[in-house]
T-cell receptor, first 115, second 109 residues
Framework: DTGVSQNPRHKITKRGQNVTFRCDPI?????LYWYRQTLGQGPEFLTY????????KSRLLSDRFSAERPKGSFSTLEIQRTEQGDSAMYLC?????????????FGNGTRLTVT | KNEVEQSPQNLTAQEGEFITINCSYS?????LHWLQQHPGGGIVSLFM???GKKKHGRLIATINIQEKHSSLHITASHPRDSAVYIC???????????FGTGTRLTIIP
């Protein structure tokens, strides 16, 4: 197993365009998380899934953001009508289950630049 | 909301020095994580602990639940330890992590 995989690594887009990122978690992990990190800051929670169910969504996630995990395996995060403020590193993480006994495994992130 | 604070924000040390990074939080937690982030963004989980102390190689993590405080220690520091070290907590009944802003560590040969 190669760990959590995110694609693409980098994405440059023009303001107003839609973008979609993909995360492939570790295969047996049923929890999947999306975080966003801006320069010089710690990551901020966006949303998480238990299998295919989206259990929590941050207020940071405006209506332009949507995340899916249709078969409980990979997940996609789509941003519609991108704005310059969306420029950030988008991090995906997975764990076997929630709670104190399940460490998180992070992907290398997708760096989004909106021009 | 749990407030997570780290100190120092930046730390520069000579190779071989003993390093300590501190983390404090405001509300009781179910677990605390120490993470390492290298330039380029990838994050590696170093420790997850809810009590006591854990050791892995030259890294040691301790937590004091009563004082709501954790420390990460690096013995015999090496330039390859240079990275951002992030403390994050999981609250009871809530699966998401709350992160500190990180400590940027630079080890000079």
């Amino acid at each position: 197993d190669t760990g959590v995989s995110q694609n693409p690594r980098h994405k440059i887009t023009k303001r107003g365009q839609n973008v979609t990122f993909r995360c492939d978690p570790i295969s047996e992990h049923n929890r999947l998380y999306w975080y966003r990190q801006t320069l010089g800051q710690g990551p901020e929670f966006l949303t998480y899934f238990q299998n295919e169910a989206q259990l929590e969504k941050s207020r940071l996630l405006s209506d332009r953001f949507s995340a899916e995990r249709p078969k409980g395996s990979f997940s996609t995060l789509e941003i519609q009508r991108t704005e310059q403020g969306d420029s950030a590193m988008y991090l995906c993480a997975s764990s076997l289950e929630g709670g104190r006994n399940s460490p998180l495994h992070f992907g290398n992130g997708t760096r989004l630049t909106v021009t | 909301k749990n407030e997570v604070e780290q100190s120092p924000q930046n730390l520069t040390a000579q190779e071989g020095e003993f390093i300590t990074i501190n983390c404090s939080y405001s509300v009781g937690i179910s677990a605390l994580h120490w993470l390492q982030q290298h330039p380029g963004g990838g994050i590696v989980s170093l420790f997850m602990l809810s009590s006591g102390k854990k050791k892995h190689g030259r890294l040691i993590a301790t937590i004091n639940i009563q004082e709501k405080h954790s420390s990460l220690h690096i013995t015999a520091s090496h330039p390859r330890d240079s990275a951002v070290y992030i403390c994050a907590v999981t609250n009871f009944g809530n699966e998401k992590l709350t992160f500190g802003t990180g400590t940027r560590l630079t080890i000079i040969p």
